[in-house]
């Protein structure tokens, strides 16, 4: 590794520290799905059926007893049924947006690693290929072997570069793609609750399906 950085030159340690950290950030994100998701599908179809028998107190308290943001949204949204439809809407989208909060924290990193990591490649790539042809014009004649070991040299960076910032770039698509499927399921859960609970259509934030169960599967705007 440190042959690799003394010949890709001075650009390969901005690389290297890009690497580490996008390491970093995917782990730490990994674990945090991990240990954080909890249930989905299973805490909104339990807590469905309870409140479906009028057990609110006991769909309040599982939702008091597990992981997630799901978990999180129902809780408050059962433990505020007293509030009038605009205060609970407020607390639901304060809420809401912590949440999804958490679940973004360090991802504008990770895409940022992503985007600069084939450009510092570049530019080391570059700057590499100009030091070489200055050394053969320094030399007054064209020296191939010469040429040719300063050019694979600066190559180096861009192939470092792209081979950080693919699984970056990837990580960072996967990860969006559950804070997406998190935030509709909020959505959902929500509408469900709303529906369930008689509260009809409600107006600003959060819209209701009311007449189907398909209707009530598509996702809702909330929060």
């Not at 003394?6 to 990994?30: D, H, N, Q, T, Y």
């Not at 909104?44 to 769909?59: G, I």
């Not at 080391?124 to 070991?149: C, E, N, P, S, W």
Request: proline content about 2%; hydrophobic content about 45%.
């Amino acid at each position: 590794m440190f042959f690799l950085i003394e010949k890709g030159g001075f650009f390969m340690w901005p690389l290297l520290f890009c690497s580490i950290a996008a390491v970093a950030i995917i782990c730490e994100r990994v674990t945090y799905f991990i240990r954080n998701q909890g249930p989905a599908v299973e805490l909104m179809e339990t807590v469905k059926k309870l409140v479906q028998e009028k057990k609110t107190v006991e769909a309040l308290e599982l939702c008091r007893k597990t992981r997630g943001p799901l978990a999180c949204i129902g809780e408050v949204y059962l433990s505020n049924l007293h509030l009038k439809k605009e205060d609970r809407e407020e607390i639901l989208h304060r809420e809401g947006s912590v949440a999804l909060e958490q679940l973004e924290n360090h991802l504008n990193k990770l895409a940022t690693i992503a985007h600069i990591s084939p450009l510092l490649g570049l530019l080391g790539t570059v700057t590499g290929m100009i030091l070489a042809f200055k050394q053969v014009q320094a030399g007054g004649q064209a020296d191939v072997g010469l040429l040719a070991g300063g050019i694979w040299e600066a190559l180096l960076t861009t192939a470092v570069g792209l081979s950080i910032a693919i699984p970056a770039m990837a990580a960072f698509n996967y990860f969006e793609a559950r804070v997406d499927k998190t935030q509709s399921r909020m959505h959902y859960f929500v509408s469900v609750l709303n529906e369930l609970l008689g509260f009809g259509q409600v107006h600003g934030h959060l819209r209701v399906a009311q007449h189907s169960t398909r209707e009530k599967e598509e996702t809702v705007d909330a929060i």
